[in-house]
């Protein structure tokens, strides 16, 4: 099988509107290449001080005591798995409405993921997840889908009933609240990914998770770099999952000089696509809610003739894209798992209806304004 992502990145420029910003986000390239210089000439490559500087303002971002960086966002939930120590023959509990890497990390850590539908925001059903406990379950992960926070206090509430764990797949969600504190920071452990397409990112992969547990952060420190407590003891034969001080440069420079401006316009744009398409019957909005602070990793919609709409906005110049057409349960990789079409009816809707539209904080109100009008114009012609 070949690399099909050079091929996605070059159809993907054909787009006036696009969901891929790094070309407006990175013009201050030469600034970072300049700060990468040192990093070169002190030879700091793996887990050098830059990222001890990353760990730190993560913490004090998720507002938690400890941050441990890692090689991506799905090292960081397959790790975290890890440190609570998930094996073979748990269960993890976790929404049928995900990408592929929170269920890809269940199954690496040795787990068996049990899915959980979801609701209409996107996020698991809180209500459905004691019926899926069972005495193997060990773990229960939320997704913060989007960007949008779950519903902690009811999940906790579940975890502590059943002392079970709670990590959050905190991926979208830098920045994220859920009743004024900050996603990350709202159970045992929180994973974020600097994916080049995530809210904070970095030039390649990159991840890091976060923790109030001391005790956690000492066994995640180890997992990370081969068990090691220094160059000559090896505490238990572990993983190779190090954050490069390269992208450790990247990210600390998304954080002090973008990060807010990043969260603040992409939740202006959101927003004022919401007020621009409340009134299309045709297409439905997420309802906003005082309790979170959404981050709008994407921005959501459920649309009728979605596939139709895509395309009719795809050919006047907009990314319209689908995350993602076919739940966790229904992929080929699920079948041994014994799921059926039917089993999650809310997470299949879903999945046969949403559509994502550019968010980031290069698009401008005339883009949005252009979206939301080849929208309409959609839906009155058709």
């Known amino acids: 099988m070949k690399n099909f992502y050079p091929q996605q990145y070059k159809a993907d420029e054909v787009f ?27 030879n700091d490559f793996t887990l050098g001080s830059t990222v001890d500087e990353v760990e730190k303002l993560i913490a004090k971002e998720a507002d938690t005591k400890n941050a441990i960086a890692v090689g991506s966002g799905t090292d960081a939930l397959m790790l975290s798995l890890k440190a609570l120590g998930v094996d073979k023959g748990d269960e993890v509990i976790t929404t049928s409405y995900t990408f592929y890497a929170t269920i890809g990390a269940i199954v690496t850590a040795g787990a068996t993921p049990v899915f959980c539908d979801c609701r209409e925001d996107y996020n698991i059903d809180y209500s459905k997840i004691i019926e899926k406990i069972t005495p193997r379950t060990k773990v229960i992960m939320p997704v913060h889908w989007a960007g949008r926070a779950c519903n902690m206090e009811k999940i906790n509430e579940v975890a502590t009933e059943h002392n079970l764990k709670v990590i959050e797949d905190a991926c979208h969600a830098l920045q994220g609240e859920y009743k004024n504190k900050r996603c990350g920071g709202l159970s045992d452990i929180g994973c974020f990914s600097f994916h080049p397409l995530k809210n904070l990112n970095v030039w390649g992969d990159g991840g890091i ?19 090691l407590r220094n160059r000559d003891i090896c505490e238990e034969f572990a993983y190779n999952s190090r954050l490069d001080t390269i992208q450790a440069v990247v990210a600390k420079h998304v954080l002090e000089n973008k990060l807010e401006n990043i969260t603040k316009k992409r939740i202006e744009n959101a927003h004022y696509y919401d007020l621009i398409l409340k009134d299309i019957l045709e297409i439905k909005t997420l309802e906003r809610s005082k309790d979170i602070k959404e981050v709008f990793h994407l921005y959501l919609l459920q649309a009728k003739r979605r596939d139709m709409l895509a395309k009719h906005l795809q050919s006047n110049g907009v990314d319209a894209k689908v995350h993602y057409p076919v739940p966790m349960h229904l992929q080929p990789a699920a079948r041994k798992y014994r799921y059926s079409k039917g089993d999650f009816p809310v997470s299949e809707n879903l999945a046969e209806n949403t559509i994502s539209l550019p968010v980031h904080e290069f698009i401008t109100n005339e883009q949005i304004e252009y979206t939301c009008n080849l929208i309409r114009d959609f839906y009155s012609k058709s």
Request: proline share 0%.
């Open 209 to 227: 998770i976060t923790t109030n547990s001391d005790i956690l952060s000492e066994k995640l420190r180890l997992l990370r770099n081969h068990g």
């Open 16 to 42: 006036k509107i696009n969901h891929n910003y790094l070309s407006e986000q990175f013009t201050d390239c030469d600034e970072i290449l300049e700060k990468i210089k040192s990093i070169v000439k002190d």
